[in-house]
Nanobody, 124 residues
Framework: QVQLVESGGGKVQAGGSLRLSCAAS????????MGWFRQAPGKEREFVAT????????YYADSVKGRFTISRDNDKNTVSLQMNSLKPEDTAIYYC?????????????????WGQGTQVTVSS
């Protein structure tokens, strides 16, 4: 069982930055590929970024590529999402997720554990 708790959300003006963190419980954190997803009002949950177990492989949605960076610290059981050059269209609830399979995925259905989410609001 893995429990995930996100933090770091908030309100920021367009062009600003935020750093989201996700703290994971469990001794097997390093064996879980991790992902960040987001859900805007009235829209489906969508992929943002994912990172491999070692942290050496990452994938990003085209909409955030070059602006967001995902990273992880397996000693501290945390995964982070650094978000720069934020845009109003980045406004959403951001979720941290873990999957038990060995490789990262961009699909919502491939993830087994989810945090409660943290709100990010970007004003123009």
């Amino acid at each position: 069982q893995v429990q995930l708790v996100e933090s770091g959300g908030g309100k920021v003006q367009a062009g600003g930055s935020l750093r989201l963190s996700c703290a994971a419980s469990g001794r097997t954190f390093s064996s879980n590929p991790m992902g960040w997803f987001r859900q805007a009002p009235g829209k489906e949950r969508e992929f943002v970024a994912t990172i491999s177990r070692s942290g050496l492989t990452t994938y990003y949605a085209d909409s955030v590529k070059g602006r967001f960076t995902i990273s992880r610290d397996n000693d501290k059981n945390t995964v982070s999402l650094q978000m720069n050059s934020l845009k109003p269209e980045d406004t959403a609830i951001y979720y941290c997720a873990a999957r038990t399979a060995r490789v990262p995925s961009t699909r919502v259905l491939d993830y087994d554990y989810w945090g409660q989410g943290t709100q990010v609001t970007v004003s123009s």
